[in-house]
């Protein structure tokens, strides 16, 4: 789930480095290749079950809102205990730094 949260996060704010460099982690870590294909569109996709689109949804609205919809967070709340909404809160918001950061200082993919 973190993994596909990360490569979220990088896809939404155009960080090609950091997406790159989390491909082999997210396979490595379970992430299905057709996932990581089709992540940009997951909602209409077929490739994530509830609880990767309740984590990419909640990804999502805290990156580019910030705030996240009650229903959102309610479907979240469901799903997870309380410790990995917080562990996943913080690896997103860390993620949207450090993106920040490579995008703001235009780190290029290794060739």
Not at 2 to 22: C, K, M, P, S, T
Not at 29 to 48: C, H, K, P, T, Y
Not at 59 to 67: A, G, K, S, V
């Amino acid at each position: 789930m973190r993994e596909l949260a990360i490569l979220r996060v990088g896809q939404l704010l155009q960080a090609d480095y950091e997406f790159a460099q989390h491909v082999p982690l997210a396979l490595q870590a379970g992430v299905e290749r057709g996932q990581i294909d089709r992540l940009a569109n997951w909602a209409s996709s077929g490739e994530f079950n509830i609880e990767e689109q309740a984590v990419l949804r909640y990804t999502e609205e805290l990156t580019r809102d910030i705030r996240v919809g009650d229903d959102t967070f309610a479907e979240l709340r469901k799903l997870f205990n309380e410790h990995c909404i917080v562990e996943l809160t913080v690896a997103v918001g860390y993620y949207n730094m450090i993106c920040r950061v490579l995008v703001g200082l235009q780190i290029e993919l290794e060739t």
